[in-house]
């Protein structure tokens, strides 16, 4: 008689692999030698099986959600299956070959049972510095893809546990801190050190053919969630564009990202033509970085709750014209792709919104990056710091944003480092970081608010701003709505040498006592804000989101400073609008 299996197996061997892979992800953030890194939550991990299919992942850093699965054939085509040993680590970067732009570097690790190839991980981060025009190969006004940092080709990192010295030294010759790159690198390879036994053990618990045949079950089993989701979609054609504002290159240059969404049943196809050529400056995101942002929008509509493995994939069917910003040629600069791949989120919203209208959310608020790199007089050494906040979202149907989350294709609320820990780290003093009033779109919901950072430096050194998006084209609101508050940047701001940026500048000198003051813009509102409740605007005046000003100017409502709402002088301004 055949053995009957416990029906609870499958989802025993799903949630094992999910926590191997946050494991995984965990022990590599915690080993990795940057701030920017060893004080996030976790990095991106993921596993896959002796076919190179994911089959799980982390949930954090969902930007990196294709380009891990897309690098890992890339790096076996190179490197074939069959030359490799336990204790191998193989790296690389191009964003030509599945990565994103090259200080976003991944490592893979073959797993073995029994002596026989079984699974890999695979880790992907962004590392201190691999060289190029700037700091952190992040120039805002890089041109090609020699600008962003060393390019690394498919190779071992490690041949039978044993480092290659050579690519070792190649890789510390190129940075502008070889210390500390190395050690982000040798992160990543602790993650898969860890993920082995964990995958071994659990083998020999449950029998390998066994673990074998469950995976291939739950990637048909995301397929069957995933079309289920599709069909919840009407069938038809949708439409939707968004428009980037600047590249950091051509001043005043405008550039669209346009797609059309083809709902037939189980199965959808996106295809991006009509969108604008390649940029020349660095907006332009690779192919796997342009999936990744298909990936997560689609799962707004579908269901966020759907493992990301292979199965997930198989009703999609995506086109990315070649030589456009969403799958640029070689050898073009990425590195700030976010202004696309936040477009084609936006844009599939827009699409999908005319069949999901309760899915509908308003754009969010760009990332705004700043790199600045000194040297330390006592060592002669170069320091080099990363500085992010990932933007704010924007409202949604029937909910404000989330003030101070960003958009979760970007990252999760660990990414709002810790200030302390890059005081201690580097000259530098963060002297306030708050919610900026009146920025949040208005909507009757509205939009996450935007952010104020303050630094002043302790120390002369080059600096290099970056705000990829939607400053001078700030987040709209939809529906309705307002759009946010805009962003940008000024150097020391009330003093009488005071600056303001531009959105993207490289290689600015700074000299110490120099402030730097980062607004990062707020996210677009959803529906009219004359019908927002008042009582929620008083609650956002408590809060110190909106001013008793902007509460009488942008949602009609008459409050004080300790947000009571005087609700007849509200249903006069509100009536006064409507005469108006």
């Known amino acids: 008689m055949a053995k009957v299996r416990d029906a609870f197996l499958p989802e025993i061997i799903h949630n094992a692999l999910r926590g191997i892979a946050d494991e995984a992800g965990l022990f590599s953030a915690r080993s990795a030698y940057s701030p920017f890194v060893n004080t996030s939550p976790q990095i991106a991990a993921g596993l896959f099986d002796a076919k190179a299919r994911p089959i799980a992942q982390t949930d954090s850093a969902l930007i990196h959600v294709s380009a891990v699965q897309r690098m890992l054939p890339e790096v076996l085509s190179d490197i074939p299956p ?18 994103i732009h090259p200080t976003d570097v991944a490592v893979f690790t073959p797993i073995f049972y029994k002596g026989k190839l079984a699974f890999f991980h695979g880790a992907m981060m962004i590392v201190s510095d691999l060289g190029g025009m700037s700091n952190g190969g992040l120039p805002a006004n890089a041109t090609e893809i020699f600008h962003e940092g060393l390019v690394i080709p498919p190779v071992k990192l490690y041949k039978e546990g044993v480092p290659n010295a050579e690519i070792h030294r190649m890789i510390a010759s190129n940075s502008r801190t070889p210390a500390r790159v190395l050690g982000d690198i040798r992160a990543l390879v602790v993650g898969g050190n860890m993920a082995a036994p964990r995958l071994v053990e659990l083998c020999d618990k449950y029998g390998y053919d066994q673990v074998v045949e469950i995976i291939d079950e739950l990637l ?12 919840r979609i009407p069938d038809g054609v949708y439409t939707g564009s968004y428009i980037i504002e600047d590249d950091g290159i051509e001043a005043g240059k405008h550039f669209k990202v346009q797609v059309t969404v083809i709902v037939n049943g189980s199965n959808i196809k996106l295809d991006f033509t009509g969108t604008d050529a390649q940029a020349r400056g660095p907006i332009n995101s690779s192919y796997s970085q342009s999936l ?17 493995n292979e199965g997930f994939y198989r009703p999609i069917e995506v086109v990315f014209p070649h030589g456009t910003l969403v799958n640029p040629k070689y050898p073009a600069a990425a590195n700030a792709r976010f202004a696309v791949v936040q477009s084609i989120m936006d844009s599939i919203n827009e699409a999908l919104s005319a069949a999901r209208p309760d899915k509908q959310m308003a754009p969010s608020g760009c990332p705004h990056v700043f790199t600045v790199t000194g040297i330390d007089p006592q060592t002669n050494q170069f320091w080099s710091m990363l500085d992010v906040h990932m933007g704010v979202l924007g409202a949604r149907a029937g909910k404000d944003g989330i003030d101070g989350l960003p958009p979760l294709l970007n990252a999760t609320p660990g990414y709002l480092r810790n200030a ?20 949040a779109g208005a909507g009757k919901w509205r939009g996450s608010a935007g952010m104020v950072k303050h630094v002043t430096f302790n120390s002369d050194a080059d600096l290099t701003v970056r705000a990829v998006d939607r400053c001078h084209l700030p987040p709209r609101g939809v529906a309705g709505g307002q759009p946010g508050g805009a962003g940008g940047w000024v150097l020391n701001e009330g003093r009488p040498d005071e600056r303001r940026l531009p959105m993207k500048q490289t290689n600015l000198r700074i000299r110490k006592g120099d402030t730097l003051t980062m607004y990062v813009s707020g996210g677009g509102g959803y529906g009219d804000p004359f019908s927002r409740d008042p009582e929620l605007v008083g609650r ?7 001013s008793v000003e902007g509460a009488a100017r942008d949602y009609g409502v008459a409050v004080d400073a300790s947000g009571r709402v005087d609700l007849a002088a509200t249903r006069k301004l509100r009536e006064a609008r409507k005469q108006a």
């Open 292 to 308: 990744s942002g298909v990936v997560v929008a689609l799962r707004f509509f579908l269901d966020p709750d759907i493992p990301l």
């Open 82 to 99: 069959e030359t490799l040993a336990p204790g191998d680590a193989l790296i690389i970067n191009d964003h030509f070959r599945g990565g």
């Open 540 to 546: 956002d005046v408590r809060k110190g989101v909106v």
């Open 220 to 231: 048909d089993y995301t397929e069957r969630l995933t079309r289920q989701g599709i069909e």
């Open 420 to 439: 302390e820990h890059y005081e201690w780290e580097y000259p530098v003093l963060y002297d306030y970081f708050a919610f900026r009033p009146d920025t």
